[in-house]
């Protein structure tokens, strides 16, 4: 009894058994019986038929005869179990031999079973039927040790897995004590690297912390390093403070946002690439450290032994134990930055020359620092440091106290952002020293004053150098009358600036016109000046150049502007602080002008000299495109010649199928009256007929002709398309179908868009409208969409599929005003006449794209965004020309970086060609 696999088998018709016997009459009687049993049968009247049947589609069972002409069915057996695609197919051998040796024969070179002859169907079918049940049961054997072994190996991986994430769990739990007990951040690395590199499988494990330079740049240091026996310890940045954009620009940015960088190294970019493949890096784990959405730094796990990427659950774990690390290192940096700002404070305490005070409002008591005592004639000794505000204003002279008191009360309501005050204060013994104050308050959430802290300075002797400045005024103005130079005197603390006449004078302006303020002068420098004398002044008063002069332009009271000079000399108090300025300004408009005119005269010569060198770039545009013409007009004739010798032999081939058809129609008719009259043919004929299959001879020729036939009309287009072609050259005016010319084009272009390798086909897709015939110079029009198609596949070279080139083809009807026609062109084109029609012909790809820059240039001469060697930058600039003078048309490009190129020609269906 068939198994039910066996039987759901048969009745699936998925059985297949080859039948090999030399005798047809066994084959028809064995196909009989196995076909009603429904089986799929195959027959071979030879052994070498039979292994060319079973090595093309191999059957599930071989009934096999043994003697058999040329190759008996031993040699068979011997044959299929050599081969591995049928060496586990069942055999069954079929003889007439009853001898025991025999059959030992047949089992020796692999025979499944032996039946004797005469043949039994029942025997036949049981003896098959037993093979298969025998073959599926294997099979099932098969899988099911497949499916144990699957089991196993799975299992095994979640034991693994189980045992990695307890090892990650184990580690985490050593951090977080680690980093309860360490002080400072060269031992919280040289603790945790070890552990995270050997809990993550990594061979190298370093951490690198970020900073910044005075410009705000990032900046990246390697702090410390760990790497496991015989894997060596590289210092990735050989200095401190290494720019990223020096080494990983990517990583910054990726980093920065909180994302991790995982990657086998073979497949990182070309940059990062060839870095760390130098440093025998195969695969990459970087982690940043970020808290509070601060980049802080990162740290990166290296394997140099194998490329393996870290799975999720690795990460994750991994991560965890980096984020523990990032807040620690934060708290330690917090505390280190808490302790210097206090360091500095008590620096700035003893070390500043100022007096600090610190005033508490709600209770009236004001603390002060020593060196206050130290500027009112104290000594340090005296206790004094903790006064109240009443014993304060005591020490302010009389005829300061209403300013002083005004200029606090201003700043506590708020009036001003800081209290700045000068005045007089009581020494020890008596005297009065000039002071300035500065404070700053902090108000509550009512808006009433807290607290105030402030300084004050020692300005006793800036105070008399100024009333010496004073007394030094007449001497001064002895001076300016004398002087044919415009003098200046500035006071830089106050901003207060005295003019002499002859300096206002020099800008056209009365004595009485300008104010003695340091911004009358500023409000008057040139705006393309003003930052270069700003840059000077300010370096000559922080004493970094010796001496003060610059060149600028000054403007007049009638909105000119004049050329002039500026010299001066400043005054420093002992502390290097600017208190005044001096100095002179000269009219210097005259060599200024003489200078402009030989500046203009140079730059008329470099115009010309461009100029030359314009013309000399479209003689070599000129010159390039006669040689591209003749060019063509060569290869024109090429292809005419190559189209003339291919038509001949195809006309040959294309006459001769029609009487070959007919010939065989002949022969098939004589073959059906022949088998009409003698039905009963000889075994020899029935042999023969059924050796050559002549009803699959009959099918087949048919079908080898129309090949043929197809063949020669492939071949009759290319002759076309070559013709069409050679007419490159030919410059004379003709009207044509558009969409001919386009198509002949892209049937020429058809090897470039073929799929190859790994490179997928490009696409075309055609949305032509119905287009009337134009009058145009067609060869050259053909050119032109030669050049924008190479185009498109060239910026199809290396992108993914889909690749695609669309063409659009549409009439356009363009009406304007006659009278705005005539008014706005001297010539009035096809395609700014009155009433004019248009063809657009659109051909776009799914490209690179290109960038504004790129489509601004991409019709000029000698341009190209190829690479060397694959265009001289000549296709398009003719393709312009074409369209454009040649055709009164328009050619425009549209482009996207990334998205593709579109390229627009609209030329008119009636060419006016002038005489």
Not at 314 to 332: C, F, G, Y
Not at 377 to 397: F, K, L, M, P, R
Not at 798 to 824: D, G, M
């Amino acid at each position: 009894m068939m198994s039910e696999q066996l039987a759901q088998q048969i009745n699936n018709n998925t059985t297949k058994i080859l039948l090999v016997d030399d005798n047809p009459e066994n084959l028809r009687y064995l196909s009989h019986i196995l076909t009603d049993r429904g089986y799929k049968v195959q027959r071979a009247i030879s052994g070498q038929l039979a292994l060319n049947g079973a090595n093309a589609a191999p059957p599930d069972l071989i009934l096999l005869d043994i003697i058999m002409p040329d190759m008996n069915g031993y040699e068979v057996c011997k044959r299929l179990k050599a081969t591995e695609e049928t060496k586990d197919i069942p055999v069954i051998f079929l003889s007439g031999l009853n001898e025991g040796l025999d059959k030992v024969n047949a089992f020796k070179v692999g025979a499944a079973d032996y039946i004797s002859k005469p043949f039994q169907s029942e025997e036949i079918v049981a003896r098959i039927e037993h093979q298969l049940t025998i073959q599926n049961l294997q099979k099932q054997l098969q899988n099911k040790n497949i499916y144990l072994e699957y089991e196993i190996h799975k299992r095994q991986r979640v034991e693994v897995a189980l045992q990695k994430r307890e090892r990650y769990l184990s580690t985490l739990i050593e951090v977080q004590r680690l980093l309860l007990v360490c002080h400072d951040t060269h031992t919280c690395y040289c603790d945790l690297l070890p552990l995270l590199g050997k809990v993550s499988g990594a061979n190298r494990v370093y951490i690198v912390e970020n900073n910044r330079d005075t410009l705000g740049n990032l900046l990246m240091s390697q702090k410390a390093q760990w790497c496991v026996d015989g894997i060596h310890h590289i210092n990735n940045l050989a200095r401190e403070n290494q720019s990223y954009s020096e080494y990983f620009s990517r990583w910054a940015k990726v980093l920065g946002r909180g994302d991790i960088i995982s990657s086998i190294v073979a497949e990182l970019p070309e940059s990062e690439l060839e870095f760390l493949e130098d440093r025998g890096i195969l695969a990459i784990l970087v982690l940043p450290l970020i808290v509070e959405n601060e980049f802080l730094g990162f740290i990166a796990f290296e394997n140099c032994i194998e490329a393996r990427n870290w799975d999720t659950s690795e990460v994750l774990l991994l991560l965890s134990a980096v984020t523990a690390l990032a807040l620690k290192q934060k708290h330690l940096k917090s505390e280190i930055a808490l302790r210097e700002s206090e360091e500095r404070w008590q620096l700035a305490l003893h070390g500043n020359n100022d007096g600090i005070w610190d005033w508490n409002i709600k209770t009236g008591k004001s603390i002060i620092s020593s060196r206050n005592k130290q500027i009112l004639g104290y000594d340090e000794e005296e206790n004094i440091n903790s006064i109240s505000v009443e014993e304060w204003t005591n020490h302010i002279h009389p005829e300061d106290f209403r300013s002083a008191k005004n200029a606090m009360q201003d700043h506590l309501n708020r009036k001003t952002p800081h209290y700045v005050a000068e005045y007089r204060l009581r020494c020890k013994d008596g005297s009065y020293k000039w002071i300035l104050s500065r404070g700053q308050a902090l108000w509550d959430n009512t808006g009433n004053p807290v607290r105030m802290v402030g300084s004050i300075t020692d300005i006793s002797d800036r105070k008399n150098a100024e009333e010496a400045l004073r007394e030094s005024e007449q001497r001064w103005q002895l001076v300016l009358t004398g002087n044919n130079d415009g003098i200046y005197d500035w006071n830089i603390n106050t901003g207060e600036s005295f003019f002499s006449p002859r300096w206002k004078e020099i800008v056209e302006y009365a004595d009485s016109e300008i104010q003695n303020h340091w911004d009358e002068w500023v409000y008057r420098i040139h705006p393309d000046d003003l930052y270069r004398v700003m840059l000077a002044t300010q370096d000559y008063l922080d004493q970094k150049i010796p001496y003060y002069f610059v060149e600028y332009r000054l403007k007049c009271k009638d909105n000119t502007y004049k050329w002039v000079e500026n010299r001066g000399q400043a005054v420093w108090d002992d502390e290097g602080k600017p208190l005044r300025m001096v100095g002179s300004t000269r009219d210097i408009s005259g060599p200024k002008q003489v200078e402009e005119a030989l500046r203009k005269s140079e730059a008329r010569e470099r115009e010309k000299a461009q100029e030359l060198e314009i013309i000399l770039k479209e003689l070599k545009r000129t010159q390039a495109q006669l040689i591209h013409i003749e060019k063509m007009s060569s290869l024109g004739q090429l292809v005419a010649g190559i189209a003339h010798e291919i038509n001949n032999p195809v006309s040959f081939i294309w006459g001769n199928l029609t009487p070959a058809r007919q010939y065989f129609q002949n022969l098939i008719h004589l073959i059906k009256i022949y088998q009409k009259t003698y039905p009963n043919s000889t075994p020899e004929i029935d042999d023969f007929i059924e050796e050559i299959d002549l009803d699959f001879l009959l099918d087949d020729w048919s079908k080898l002709l129309d090949s043929m036939q197809v063949g020669a009309q492939r071949i009759q287009q290319i002759v076309f398309s070559l013709r069409s072609f050679s007419r490159l050259h030919e410059s004379e005016i003709k009207t044509v179908d558009i969409h001919d010319g386009i198509d002949n084009t892209l049937f020429m272009l058809q090897h470039r868009m073929r799929a190859e390798g790994d490179r997928p086909a490009i696409e075309v897709i055609k949305n032509y409208d119905q287009l009337p015939k134009i009058t145009c110079y067609a060869s050259q029009l053909n050119q032109v969409f030669l050049n924008l198609l190479n185009n498109a596949i060239d910026a199809l070279e290396n992108q993914p599929s889909p690749r695609v080139i669309t063409i659009s083809t549409e009439r356009e009807e363009v009406i304007c005003e006659r009278e705005e026609v005539i008014e706005k062109s001297e010539f009035i084109s096809p395609l700014t006449s009155p009433l004019s029609s248009t063809v657009a012909i659109r051909i776009s790809d799914n490209g690179t794209g290109m960038t504004e820059e790129e489509q601004k240039r991409i019709f000029d001469p000698f341009f190209t965004t190829k690479s060397v060697g694959k265009g001289a930058g000549l296709g398009l600039s003719i393709s312009h020309e074409i369209v454009v003078e040649k055709h009164q048309g328009e050619l425009s490009c549209i482009s996207q970086l990334g998205k593709g190129t579109e390229f627009i020609i609209k030329i008119p269906i009636l060419l006016v060609v002038s005489c």
